[in-house]
């Protein structure tokens, strides 16, 4: 008896593990048709991300898909700052480590900007590098 009560909290373990990963696996399900209207996108546990032509689309993932969706276009942000721990590095020459990764976007607008937050320093600055290029491509069409 005393062996089954030692066992019961492995047990309980073993079947939270299983429901969060299956909760898991319903969001990444959830993503990847979310996903297919967008040319480029980005899951990760804290946002969801698209790019279609110059639009950016981004919110929360869920099991039922995302959620608090929010779209703005490239042809309205002035620069994209990329952040860790809320100081501003640059994006070609990265840290190895941090807590709080996000791309902030800065507005024409004043006091206007969307921060979207990663999980790897890596995948952030790759989405960095790309969105620059980006912004630099459309910021050149515009002024010819």
Known sequence: ??????WLP?????FWLAWQGSKEYQKI???????????????????????????????KPTPKGPIKLETFSLLDVQKIVFLVDDKQVEIEKPP?????IELKFVFSEPDKTVRLPFTEIPLAAEWGKFLQ????????EQNH
């Open 1 to 6: 008896m005393e062996r089954g009560l030692l």
């Open 10 to 14: 492995l047990l309980f373990a073993f």
């Open 29 to 59: 399900e959830a993503y990847r048709t979310w996903a297919e209207q967008f040319e480029r996108a980005k899951y990760d546990i804290y946002a969801v991300l698209g790019q279609k032509g110059d639009n950016i689309t981004w919110g």
């Open 96 to 100: 190895e480590k941090g807590r709080v």
């Open 133 to 140: 290029g980006e912004l630099q491509r459309l910021q050149s």
